[in-house]
């Protein structure tokens, strides 16, 4: 059964560090890996898709890795604002035949201290 | 806008009523889905349509209904709720396989008093 870990949980840091947030899963065999953002009692808005063949992808700011022999997958911001305060969520899309369904974090709450 | 559209975006309701939630995308996606998100919970996957027919149905108590009348439009009928099932109800759409990633609905804020 893929399970999907991100770690930390919450994040705090000034505004301008760049930071990593992480993504780990337990099943290598995916479709691709998609990152989210979620800002309080909202949807979740796409950040990047990397296809399962991919090593990463980028948007503007945002960085996002894939290894998936190793199960990982690392979203990196550069000179963050407090607009990035958000949760920010990872998914897994399986490989399985019947059950390809997205597999999600529980997300990572970063405050960006202005 | 996102491409897939969710209404109401809030919604108060007694637990003897009877209430729908409508979803709607015109991504020209094949598959469909409900999410309940509860406070400091993740994600729970409720249902899903691929071409238009029920795939998955994660245990979900009766008094939640879903239909999908067509590719684009999928609704979740609420009755007799419980204070419990207070959250926030997201739709997302997808091809039904491949390399495609998710696109979520702004969602429904539920309260059920």
């Known amino acids: 059964k893929q399970e999907v870990t991100q770690i930390p949980a919450a994040l705090s840091v000034p505004e301008g560090e760049n930071l990593v947030l992480n993504c780990s899963f337990t099943?290598?065999?995916?479709?691709?890996l998609q990152w989210f953002r979620q800002d309080p009692g909202k949807g979740l808005t796409s950040l990047l898709l990397?296809?399962?063949?991919?090593r990463e992808q980028t948007s503007g700011r945002l960085n996002a890795s894939l290894d998936k022999s190793s199960g990982r997958s690392t979203l990196y911001i550069a000179a963050s604002q407090p607009g990035d305060s958000a949760t920010y969520l990872c998914?897994?899309?399986?490989?399985?035949?019947?059950?390809?369904?997205?597999?999600f974090g529980a997300g990572t709450r970063l405050t960006v201290k202005p | 806008e996102t491409g897939v559209t969710q209404t109401p975006r809030h919604l108060v309701m007694g637990m003897t009523n009877k209430k729908s939630l409508k979803c709607e995308q015109h991504?020209?996606?094949?598959?469909m889905y409900w999410y309940k998100q509860s406070a400091k919970k993740p994600l729970e996957l409720m249902f899903v349509?691929?071409?238009?027919?029920?795939?998955e149905n994660n245990s979900v108590p009766s008094r939640f209904s879903p239909e999908c009348p067509n590719s684009s439009h999928l609704f979740l009928h609420l009755h007799t709720l419980q204070p419990e099932d207070s959250a926030l109800y997201l739709c997302?759409?997808?091809?039904?396989?491949?390399?495609?990633?998710?696109?979520f609905g702004s969602g429904t804020r539920l309260t059920v008093v």
């Open positions: 998914a897994v899309r399986p490989l399985l035949y019947n059950n390809n369904d997205m597999r």
């Open positions: 099943d290598s065999a995916i479709y691709n």
């Open positions: 990397i296809q399962s063949s991919q």
């Open positions: 349509y691929s071409l238009e027919e029920r795939v």
């Open positions: 997302a759409s997808s091809q039904e396989r491949g390399n495609y990633g998710y696109t």
């Open positions: 991504l020209g996606h094949n598959a």
